[in-house]
């Protein structure tokens, strides 16, 4: 009996320093990776809309919470070792936008959930297997990115009906290939326009690209999204000034920077909602149940002192449609 109560007291005192040297340890903050294709300045604002959100859920960086952030400075080929750090950095959650940057975090892990702050159409590339139910460890927001291209090129004409020719700076990437393209040609047929097609192959070719533009007498521009495009942002911006073309543009990054037009949705809506996944992931739900949503927010935004610099007026019936308008 004594050597039963010994060895019972025994058990009783390893289970009491077990739970001593538990409570000692300190929690396991959790770690978010964020993986981004464009510059660190072009995605800033849409960082600063999740981080804002993450505050607001009561998450303190640096305190209750480590982000790890990614940028490729829109070189595509160096995603997937970019995605491959953070896997090795074991972060419970990874934060991206743009199909280079999902497909890349996709490949490097099919375990940690994968949260994109806009994905073009995730069902058609092949990212969820339906909205409702996405299946696997990935889940976020759509950008419905072929119903908007038709929307920007007829506001531009709109804005602009002599415009005949415009040209279409685009890039192919990740599974969509032609597809930004094939949907503009039919936009443009739609509305009487003929499309130049300049496709670009990497950061290189944006000057050969917009010297074709010249040379074939483009009267206006539009531009695809593009992470190779974002972060040629100024590069973009100052062909339009230099030529006084009117352009419209896929994201308000643009206007604020100093172009003419953009029609999109609000960017950082979409970010601030990624954060809401990232919260419900961290607590325990997984992405496979977290249905993509899509978005609730679109600007049309106009930049007037960017219209008088390049000599265009912007008729009252579509100024009057904006948003926003930069004065």
Do not use: H
Request: charged letters at 25%; aromatic letters at 6%; one cysteine or more.
């Amino acid at each position: 009996m004594r050597k039963l109560i010994l060895n019972l007291a025994a058990l009783v005192l390893v289970c009491l320093l077990a739970q001593i040297s538990d409570a000692q340890q300190p929690a396991r903050i959790p770690r978010i990776g964020i993986l981004a294709a464009p510059s660190v300045s072009f995605f800033s604002a849409r960082v600063e809309a999740f981080r804002q959100r993450l505050r607001e859920l009561g998450y303190v960086e640096g305190k209750n919470v480590l982000i790890e952030y990614r940028y490729a400075e829109g070189k595509l080929e160096r995603l997937p070792d970019l995605a491959a750090e953070l896997v090795l950095l074991k972060v419970d959650v990874i934060v991206t936008a743009s199909n280079p940057a999902i497909f890349a975090a996709k490949k490097a892990s099919a375990t940690i959930p994968i949260v994109f702050g806009a994905a073009n159409d995730p069902v058609e590339d092949g990212l969820v297997s339906s909205l409702a139910r996405p299946g696997g460890n990935i889940t976020g927001l759509s950008l419905m990115t072929p119903d908007l291209d038709g929307k920007r090129l007829e506001l531009l004409k709109e804005a602009f009906p002599k415009v005949a020719r415009v040209a279409f700076l685009w890039g192919a990437v990740g599974t969509r290939g032609n597809l930004p393209l094939t949907g503009m040609e039919a936009a443009a047929k739609a509305l009487g326009l003929k499309l130049q097609s300049l496709d670009l192959r990497g950061l290189d070719n944006f000057e050969s690209a917009f010297a074709r533009a010249k040379r074939e007498g483009a009267q206006a521009l539009i531009t695809s999204p593009s992470p190779r495009i974002n972060t040629q942002q100024r590069q973009v911006l100052d062909f339009a000034a230099k030529n006084r073309l009117p352009a419209m543009y896929p994201a308000s990054e643009f206007v604020e920077a100093g172009g003419l037009m953009s029609y999109a949705p609000n960017y950082a809506d979409l970010f601030r909602r990624a954060a809401d996944y990232v919260d419900k992931i961290l607590k325990g739900s997984k992405p496979a149940d977290l249905p993509v949503e899509q978005p609730m927010k679109f600007e049309f935004i106009v930049n007037l002192k960017t219209a008088k610099q390049i000599g265009v007026t912007i008729p009252p019936n579509v100024l009057v449609r904006a948003n926003r308008v930069i004065r």
